[in-house]
Nanobody, 126 residues
Framework: QVQLVESGGGLVQAGGSLRLSCAAS????????MGWFRQLPDKEREIVAS????????YYADSVKGRFTVSRDNAKNTMYLQMNSLKPEDTAVYYC???????????????????WGQGTQVTVSS
């Protein structure tokens, strides 16, 4: 049974930093692509960043390019999202996600992912 658990969210002032973690269990982490999404109430879930199974490929939404960095530590079965220069518009619930099939590329759409964490709240005050 695949489980994804996010942590690291919280309240931070604009311009500050946070690092989110996504701990995965239930299958061989290192062969699966992973992604970060965020969602506001009454809004669709949107891609933030994703990383290929090998780590060689990454994707970032335009709104976070140059500020956020996605990475993975296969020895720890964990994916990270380093968020710098945070803005109030980054406020959302952040989710990590994983697809069903291994050896994938960088997926951008929610329907390409089959497993989701419970989410972690990030609030950026102005």
């Amino acid at each position: 049974q695949v489980q994804l658990v996010e942590s690291g969210g919280g309240l931070v002032q604009a311009g500050g930093s946070l690092r989110l973690s996504c701990a995965a269990s239930g299958r061989t982490f290192r062969i699966y692509s992973m992604g970060w999404f965020r969602q506001l109430p009454d809004k669709e879930r949107e891609i933030v960043a994703s990383i290929s199974w090998s780590g060689a490929g990454t994707y970032y939404a335009d709104s976070v390019k140059g500020r956020f960095t996605v990475s993975r530590d296969n020895a720890k079965n964990t994916m990270y999202l380093q968020m710098n220069s945070l803005k109030p518009e980054d406020t959302a619930v952040y989710y990590c996600a994983a697809p069903e099939n291994p050896f994938g590329g960088v997926y951008q759409r929610p329907n390409e992912y089959n497993y989701w964490g419970q989410g972690t709240q990030v609030t950026v005050s102005s």
